[in-house]
Antibody
Framework: QVQLQESGPGLVKPSQTLSLTCSVS??????????WSWVRQHPGKGLEWIVY???????YYNASLKSRVTASVDTSKNQFSLKLSSVTAADTAVYYC?????????????WGQGTMVTVSS | DIVMTQSPDSLAVSLGERASINCKSS????????????LAWYQQKPGQPLKLLIY???TRESGVPDRFSGSGSGTDFTLTISSLQAEDVAVYYC?????????FGQGTKLEIK
């Protein structure tokens, strides 16, 4: 079955760029009927959707973060990525990648385990 | 942005009893073109990612026990656990995927009484 795994540094300095990658295994990122998303969860708090991207590279961003976020997909590596620039302590969170479904299905059906990113000098 | 508000924030229910969690959206998430409510429910246990329970407000995800059910339409939705089991202790979230930005409720913590 399809699995997602986030990777990237757990510590990022303020004002730097956070870079994360989600590796997709057990299936192709180019399969129809899906989109690929990033969601974050601040410590002890709620969930914030960041972006979703199709395998074509078409991306849709949360306007609250859009000026700092870039999403990309690499179909040859079966991965998609997130870059968040000019980070501050407010970006400290667990970052999840997730698979969203289109068509007859809905919701995010598969999630990575999440990766904790701390912004600190 | 569509604001999702869950109630209550926390809930304690006895084993075998019914648990109900409410979710209200600030605008309708019923999409006229497909007549479906773009609303999902998730379960999150400590240290784990979210698990999809329900989508289209009332369609149970494959493999989810049938004690979990979703209901509602438009702006008001309910997740019901018909007979609470010990393994159902978790935080539950609703989420709208009607339009971007997708938004989540603040979560409801479910415990055993």
């Amino acid at each position: 079955q399809v699995q997602l795994q986030e990777s990237g540094p757990g510590l990022v300095k303020p004002s730097q760029t956070l870079s994360l990658t989600c590796s997709v295994s057990g299936g192709s990122i180019s399969s129809g009927g899906y989109y690929w998303s990033w969601v974050r969860q601040h410590p002890g708090k709620g969930l914030e959707w960041i972006v979703y991207i199709y395998h074509t590279g078409r991306a849709y961003y949360n306007a609250s973060l859009k000026s700092r976020v870039t999403a990309s997909v690499d179909t040859s590596k079966n991965q998609f990525s997130l870059k968040l620039s000019s980070v501050t302590a407010a970006d400290t969170a667990v970052y999840y990648c997730a698979r969203g479904r289109t068509g007859d299905y809905g919701g995010f059906d598969i999630w990575g385990q999440g990766t904790m990113v701390t912004v600190s000098s | 942005d569509i604001v999702m508000t869950q109630s209550p924030d926390s809930l304690a229910v006895s084993l075998g009893e019914r648990a109900s969690i409410n979710c209200k959206s600030s605008q309708s998430v019923l999409y006229s073109s497909n007549n479906k409510n773009h609303l999902a429910w998730y379960q999150q246990k400590p240290g784990q990612p979210l698990k999809l329970l329900i989508y289209w407000a009332s369609t149970r995800e494959s493999g989810v026990p049938d004690r979990f059910s979703g209901s509602g339409s438009g702006t008001d939705f309910t997740l019901t656990i018909s007979s609470l089991q010990a393994e159902d202790v978790a935080v539950y979230y609703c989420q709208q995927y009607y339009n971007i930005p997708y938004t989540f409720g603040q979560g409801t913590k479910l415990e055993i009484k």
